[in-house]
């Protein structure tokens, strides 16, 4: 299996590459979009489902992006409302079906305050649609990470 076919795996929330070549299934190609900023997070808030303090978003110019956490890896699509760089913006993240939510999609809507440095989060899934709000801190930076499929969780 080539790293392309392997990052498709993945993409899709494959539980294992083993069963993937048993039986690939119907699969669809998504391109990587060069690499732009990453986002260390800090929850000081945080779901009792998910409770990992830290995560890393990394984030590709074509609106993919790779979550990475204690306890957290997978994919997504992701729309800014304004632009990273301003004082404050949005942003709406859909999560690809992957294990982390029970093989289906979760959403989550971030407000970022770069001046503060801190974010609140609202998020919504297929199993939980009562989600309690969320809030931490953040660190903006770019990233060259131009293939996601070799980004691994590391603690900061």
Do not use: C
């Not at 929330?13 to 083993?18: D, F, T």
């Not at 110019?61 to 729309?79: A, F």
């Not at 760089?85 to 093989?103: E, K």
């Not at 919504?124 to 770019?142: M, Y």
Request: glycine residues 8%; proline residues 7%.
């Amino acid at each position: 299996m080539d790293a392309r076919n392997m990052l498709m795996g993945i993409a899709l929330g494959l539980s294992s590459l083993a069963h993937a070549q048993e039986d690939p299934g119907p699969h669809i190609s998504v391109t990587v979009g060069k690499p732009t900023f990453v986002h260390q997070l800090r929850y000081e808030v945080m779901y009792s489902e998910k409770p990992f303090e830290l995560a890393t978003i990394y984030y590709y110019d074509n609106g993919l992006y790779k979550i990475v956490s204690p306890g957290e890896n997978h994919y997504g699509v992701y729309l800014v409302m304004g632009k990273m760089t301003d004082p404050s913006y949005a942003i709406s993240y859909l999560s690809l079906p992957s294990d982390d939510w029970g093989g289906n999609v979760a959403r989550h809507d971030l407000k970022f305050d770069s001046q503060r440095q801190v974010f609140e989060q609202q998020a919504l899934s297929h199993e939980d649609q009562s989600i309690p709000p969320q809030r931490g801190t953040f660190v903006r930076a770019t990233h060259d990470h131009a293939d996601p499929a070799a980004i691994v969780w590391q603690q900061p």
